[in-house]
């Protein structure tokens, strides 16, 4: 069995092995440059390496990581070969044994930037997620503007195009890399240009009664609710604009709490970690920076942007399909990016909540009111809260749209989070 790393990496861009499968060999043509015939005697004298005809066999495995790193910033260099012939570009997000060449590729050429930049731009053509991590091991180089623009035009789209990238994987490893270079720029994920959270409204104006926990409720008053859910970037506004200091956002909450990490630094996923105080005061903060009535929502709109009119169970329709939402199945490791599993009511009209997105998986979400008794939405008081809409951590029947939760709101979870809504006026006609 060739071991995983350098030994199959190279027997993969020779495509030849051993005469016992566990040696690799690379032709004549392909020796790299710096094997002197000095050293190549020194090498077989020691073991290292045998000469087989115009064959080049060893079995020592940081000496083959080595050679293999050659080979592969040759082609960066010259673009004799395209990154596929590496790395699949269906399976680009994969482990294959090239990410540890790829690093000793960058060490290399350390303290030449054009040529970490270079295999950088090769890498990113096919693997975005090695990219990421070569970019991060060379230090994070300044990227060129028309390197940016052409990696964010070619993978902006596929990260949530489930057709073209079918794998939550693959969506998820380009989110990474356009994260790490702050080329996400969805409406409704990040910033407005004076630094506040750039929500992206969808506002919910129907005069129907809807099927609510299986019976009949009233029509609701108008209502917008955010297309995502609150992101990391959104959050760190808040944050960084004293939003732990200031005492008007917690004025009359049960606790106030100190800040503490989110699980995962990408821009543009869910802000986790977040207990109800915590969505209370980041309500209030924005309610008052945008002069706008910014609340959590009612379990009811939330239900009713979840549901539609006629009650279906997830978002998306009556059946349940493979990987639709982050939940248990999925087997992503952390919060996947706010809408990377576009799932949004296809079967929504101008009433009733187009394209809302992660309202099943993902994280759960905090809304208004009090758990066992649900007509209670005051701030005052330590009663459990209502979480909605299953999470990466929960199965399948926790992601639907009538599946309850309720916690103590103080309580911060991996996969626990909110998004926004205010109250809107009811369009005439």
């Not at 969805?186 to 630094?195: E, F, H, N, W």
């Amino acid at each position: 069995m060739l071991v995983q790393g350098g030994r199959k990496a190279l027997q993969r861009a020779d495509g030849t092995a051993g005469d016992d499968g566990a040696r690799t060999a690379l032709a004549r043509a392909d020796w790299p440059a710096a094997l002197s015939e000095d050293l190549l005697a020194f090498s077989i004298d020691a073991s290292v390496l045998q000469r087989v005809g115009d064959e080049l066999r060893f079995t020592h495995q940081l000496l083959q990581e080595s050679l293999a790193a050659d080979v592969l910033l040759s082609a960066a260099r010259s673009h004799s070969r395209p990154a596929r012939d590496f790395w699949l570009t269906q399976n680009g997000w994969a482990r294959s044994g090239w990410e540890v060449v790829a690093e000793i590729a960058a060490e290399a050429c350390a303290g030449d930037t054009p040529a970490q930049i270079g295999l950088i731009r090769w890498l990113a053509e096919t693997a975005p997620k090695v990219a990421t991590d070569i970019w991060n091991h060379a230090g994070q180089p300044a990227l060129p503007a028309e390197l940016l623009a052409a990696t964010k035009a070619q993978w902006l789209p596929r990260m949530t195009d489930v057709a073209a990238e079918p794998e939550p994987e693959a969506r998820m490893a380009i989110g990474c890399w356009l994260g790490a270079l702050d080329l996400d720029d969805r409406a409704g994920t990040g910033l407005t240009p004076d630094g506040l959270p750039d929500i992206d409204w969808v506002v919910i104006d129907d005069p129907r009664p809807f099927v609510y926990q299986e019976g009949t409720h009233l029509p609701l008053p108008a209502f917008a609710i955010a297309r995502y859910p609150v992101t990391n970037r959104q959050w760190q506004a808040f944050v960084d604009d004293g939003g732990y200091l200031d005492d008007r956002w917690w004025e009359g909450l049960a606790a106030k709490l100190e800040p503490c990490a989110p699980s995962t630094s990408q821009p543009t996923s869910p802000r986790e970690r977040v207990s109800w105080y915590e969505a209370v005061a980041f309500c209030r903060w924005l309610a008052d920076r945008s002069e706008r009535d910014v609340r959590l929502p009612m379990e009811t709109e939330w239900e009713r942007a979840a549901r539609g009119v006629d009650g279906q169970p997830y978002p998306w329709g009556d059946e349940w399909r493979s990987k639709p939402c982050n939940c248990l199945e999925a087997k992503l490791p952390a919060p996947a990016l706010v809408g990377l599993f576009p799932n949004g009511r296809t079967n929504g009209d101008a009433a009733g909540g187009r394209g809302i997105e992660d309202l099943a998986g993902n994280v759960q979400e905090w809304c208004l009111n009090e758990f066992r008794f649900p007509s209670r939405t005051q701030l005052e008081g330590a009663a459990r809260r209502v979480l909605r809409g299953g999470s990466g951590m929960t199965e399948i029947e926790r992601c639907r749209g009538d599946s309850r939760d309720g916690r103590q709101a103080g309580l911060r979870g991996d996969f626990i989070g909110f998004r926004v809504a205010v109250s809107v006026r009811r369009s005439k006609g």
